[in-house]
């Protein structure tokens, strides 16, 4: 059955540096693939989708990567901030199509100042 | 300003107890989905709805049940409630196209007891 792992629950890192989340799908091949922030207690907030012949996707300060022959995409935020503090979500839309969406479990991002 | 509105926010109630909650979109979307959250689990997918009057299930169904009798509104139905659908539930919605990102509720924190 398809399954999506997102690297670690939590993940630490200093103020400026860049945090790298990861995610890694199986069994299945999406078209696209989209990433989240969730805040505690709030819904997710969409940041960013990149489509399957798409490399990588930039918006501001994030990058996210795609690379469908490792089954894995990769979310980057170069310079981080304490702002940036939340956890984040990769969701592929699963074989059934868009309508249904999985979400990875999620990976905490805690920014140390 | 362009949301999806959850109500309520918390709410604590009693086995067996039917017990509604209730989302609207102003975004004209015609795609709507409620999921749980659970610790550890991520976010699953409970049911969703294509457009007025046509709604399916999603990876975790049962117990639950929803309507769409309108394109605003999307209500989940807990018809006899139990300790083990005590959760996080978010609600979302979303044009009705392939890559459309999720726009979500601020959630419902549901106590079963």
């Known amino acids: 059955s398809q399954k999506i792992e997102q690297n670690s629950e939590a993940l630490n890192i200093q103020e400026g540096k860049t945090a790298t989340l990861t995610c890694n799908y199986t069994n299945y091949s999406p078209a696209y693939l989209q990433w989240y922030r969730q805040d505690p207690g709030r819904g997710p907030v969409f940041l ?6 798409e490399k990588e996707k930039r918006k501001e300060r994030l990058k996210v990567t ?3 022959t490792l089954k894995q995409s990769l979310f980057h935020i170069t310079a981080s901030q304490p702002a940036d503090s939340a956890t984040y979500l990769c969701a592929p839309p699963n074989s059934g199509g868009y309508q249904k969406v999985t979400f990875g479990t999620g990976t905490k991002l805690q920014v140390i100042p | ?23 609207s979109q102003n975004m004209n979307h015609e795609y709507m989905s409620w999921y749980r959250q659970d610790p550890g689990l991520g976010l699953r ?63 419902t924190r549901l106590t079963v007891t």
């Open chain 1, 66 to 68: 795609f690379d469908t």
């Open chain 2, 45 to 107: 997918q409970i049911y969703y709805s294509m457009n007025v009057e046509v709604t399916d299930k999603g990876d975790v169904p049962e117990g639950y049940k929803v309507s769409r009798k309108e394109k605003r509104n999307f209500p989940l139905i807990l018809e006899s409630p139990s300790p083990n659908q005590t959760s996080l539930y978010f609600c979302a919605s979303s044009r009705r196209q392939d890559n459309s990102p999720l726009h979500f509720g601020n959630g």
């Open chain 2, 1 to 23: 300003e362009a949301q999806v509105t959850q109500n309520p926010r918390y709410l604590i109630t009693v086995t067996g107890k039917k017990l509604t909650v209730t989302c």
């Open chain 1, 48 to 53: 960013l989708l990149i489509r399957e012949n």
